[in-house]
C-alpha cells in the first residue's frame, strides 16, 4: 500500500488540470475531486464498481460514491492527509481506464 501525500502547489494544479480533462472538477469547500461516471445500463455501472472496489481495497483506497440505476457519482479525497493526495489522482486515472475499457 502507497503512503498518501497530501498535493499542493504546482503539483496540486498541475494534477487538477490534468484530470479537469478528463471531467473531474473541484468540489466547492473541500479539497476533493468528482466526476459522474453514466454507463450503458445498471450492469454495466456495478460491474465498474465492482472492478474498482478490489483496486480501492488493494490500494487502502476508497472512494466516496452513489450509485443510481446506470449512473455513479463519485468523490475523491484523503481522509488521512485531509485533503487531495496523490492517491486521489491515482485512483481517478483507474476508473477513467476502467470506465473506457481500456
Ligand atoms: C488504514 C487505512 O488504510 C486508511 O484508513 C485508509 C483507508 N481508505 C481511505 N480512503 C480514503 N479515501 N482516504 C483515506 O484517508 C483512507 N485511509
Do not use: C, Q
Amino acid at each position: 500500500m502507497t503512503t498518501p501525500h497530501k498535493l499542493t502547489g504546482d503539483d496540486r494544479a498541475n494534477a487538477l488540470s490534468a484530470l479537469a480533462n478528463h471531467g473531474w472538477a473541484e468540489v466547492e469547500g473541500r479539497d476533493a475531486i468528482a466526476k459522474r461516471f453514466t454507463f450503458d445500463d445498471f450492469n454495466d455501472a456495478f460491474g465498474w464498481m465492482t472492478r474498482v472496489a478490489l483496486v480501492a481495497e488493494h490500494m487502502g483506497h476508497h472512494p466516496e460514491w452513489f450509485n443510481v440505476y446506470k449512473t455513479v457519482e463519485v468523490t475523491l479525497t484523503t481522509h488521512d492527509v485531509g485533503g487531495l493526495s496523490n492517491l486521489d489522482v491515482a485512483m481517478a486515472s483507474k476508473m477513467d481506464r476502467f470506465a473506457d475499457g481500456t
